[in-house]
């Protein structure tokens, strides 16, 4: 079992690296139906699984200074206090019970439609506000827009560990469509640090990550995701895009029913 585990970090890592998106989307579905393991544990896992990939992807960003550290914290002005609010909802209501375990199921399956939304329609989208900019918000009517986005983020992290990746950088581009993608990209994964590793300390506490497991996982994933980074100019985006949301697709219809 510990092998599969480990094959099973690399293909996802795999698809992480060619495509920028689907680490959580995949992963804790793919825990959840494949290898039968509670929801609670699998987000838990995944979310610990999310806080060291991503505190590396942030040192190279840093590097690079492509993190608009400004956003990063008007984010996290409404991610993190959502994160605790949501680990304490869980607490309260059970996060290990099967019928919370049943609520959580749907919240990653509801968290995997809105990335596919956000894969799929993400340039409709910035056409659609660069087509007027007098639709682009500005001054603190922005920073409140980017605070409340932080702090649904915040949710969703915490209860599915989905949404940081493709949901959040859509928002981004919604609300910054000046932003570089390689800002978009080390901003979205700075913020997420701290919300991950919260949202991931909440778990332990509720006893809900499988160290073993998230052991396994990384040791897949690593190289994975380093092939698949090399391998991105490969295959088109496009082609790459449309598979993992069709993936996704089937992945929330079989959470669902």
């Known amino acids: 079992m510990l092998l599969t585990y480990i094959i099973s970090g690399f293909a996802v890592g795999l698809l992480v690296g060619m495509t920028g998106v689907g680490g959580g989307s995949l992963m804790t579905p793919l825990l959840t139906l494949l290898f039968g393991v509670p929801p609670s544990v699998a987000v838990g896992t995944d979310l ?3 806080s060291i990939t991503k505190t590396a992807g942030t040192f190279t960003h840093r ?8 956003i990063v914290r008007a984010l996290c002005v409404g991610a993190l206090p959502a994160a605790v609010l949501a680990t304490l909802a869980l607490k309260q209501f059970g996060a290990l019970d099967k019928e919370i375990g049943q609520v959580i ?15 799929l329609f993400k340039p409709r989208m910035l056409a659609w506000i660069n087509a007027k900019p007098s639709r682009q918000l500005h001054g603190r009517p ?5 605070v409340v986005s932080g702090a649904v983020l915040g949710v969703l992290v915490t209860v599915s560990s989905i949404g940081a990746g493709a949901i959040g950088a859509t928002l981004l581009v919604m609300l910054y469509p000046r932003m570089s993608s390689a800002e978009v990209a080390g901003t979205d994964i700075a913020y997420a640090v701290p919300l991950t590793a919260i949202a991931a300390f909440g778990h332990w506490w509720l006893g809900s990550i499988d160290w073993n497991l998230l052991g396994a996982l990384l040791v897949g994933s690593v190289p994975g995701i ?5 391998g ?26």
């Not at 590097?63 to 400004?70: A, E, G, K, P």
């Open 48 to 50: 610990a699984f999310a």
């Open 105 to 119: 199921r749907y919240s990653i399956a509801g968290s995997v439609l809105l990335t596919v939304t956000a894969l």
């Open 226 to 230: 380093m092939i698949g980074s090399y």
């Open 142 to 146: 922005l920073f409140i827009a980017t």
């Open 63 to 70: 590097l690079r200074d492509t993190i608009r550290w400004d």
């Open 232 to 257: 991105a100019r490969a295959v088109p985006e496009r082609f790459l895009r449309g598979l993992l949301a069709a993936t996704l697709t089937g992945v929330a219809a079989k959470l669902i029913y």
